[in-house]
Each structure stands twice: as structure tokens, then as C-alpha cells.
Nanobody, 115 residues
Framework: QVQLVESGGGLVQAGGSLRLSCAASGRIFRFNVMGWYRQAPGKQRELVATITSGGNTNYQDSVKGRFTISRLNAENTVYLQMNSLKAEDTAVYYC?????????WGQGTQVTVSS
């Protein structure tokens, strides 16, 4: 079964940076989509960014120019470099992988940005 293990969450000051990592393990088809979603208290889970195995990326408008998603295909590892963090970025960030139409999720990692 596919398992996603996240790391890199924590507390940062507004304007600071944080780098999230997520490594997927298991029997995963090479061509998949990995990404990051986030959920703030009382809010719906929302897309942050996704990246295909071919390198095609998609970003939520609010993070464009501040966040960068990247991946290492050989390891099925995805990263999210977050710069110029704002208090509004505070949320639980979830790693996501889609393979054969099935969504797999990480446990979530808390990102807290202090004002």
C-alpha cells in the first residue's frame, strides 16, 4: 500500500521560509501526480500546488510567486518551498499522491506562521 511520510512543518515568523518534504513509499506507478493541500481550522481542504512526474505544476493563486513545488521522481518525493510566509498560510499541510485515479494522503503537518 502507498504510504506518505511528511516532514518540515513547524512555527515560523511572517516573512520567513519553510520547506516541506514528503516521501512516498510502496508500489507506485512512475507516472503520477503529487502535491500539497492545506486545511485551516474551520475551512475546507484546498489545493496549494501539484506537480506531475513530467514536471507540470499548478499553484493556487494566493501562493504563486511565493511557493515552489518540486519533486524527485526516482524517490517519489515532493517538496514545497514556502517563502514570504503570511499568517494566512497557517494550516495543516497534507501531502497527496494520485495514482490510477486513487488519492493517497499523508498524515498532515502543522505549519504555523506568527504575525
Amino acid at each position: 500500500q502507498v504510504q506518505l511520510v511528511e516532514s518540515g512543518g513547524g512555527l515560523v515568523q511572517a516573512g520567513g521560509s519553510l520547506r516541506l518534504s514528503c516521501a512516498a513509499s510502496g508500489r507506485i506507478f512512475r507516472f503520477n501526480v503529487m502535491g500539497w493541500y492545506r486545511q485551516a481550522p474551520g475551512k475546507q481542504r484546498e489545493l496549494v500546488a501539484t506537480i506531475t512526474s513530467g514536471g507540470n505544476t499548478n499553484y493556487q493563486d494566493s501562493v504563486k510567486g511565493r511557493f515552489t513545488i518540486s519533486r524527485l521522481n526516482a524517490e517519489n518525493t515532493v517538496y514545497l518551498q514556502m517563502n514570504s510566509l503570511k499568517a494566512e498560510d497557517t494550516a495543516v499541510y497534507y501531502c497527496n499522491l494520485v495514482w490510477l485515479g486513487v488519492d493517497y494522503w499523508g498524515q498532515g503537518t502543522q505549519v504555523t506562521v506568527s504575525s
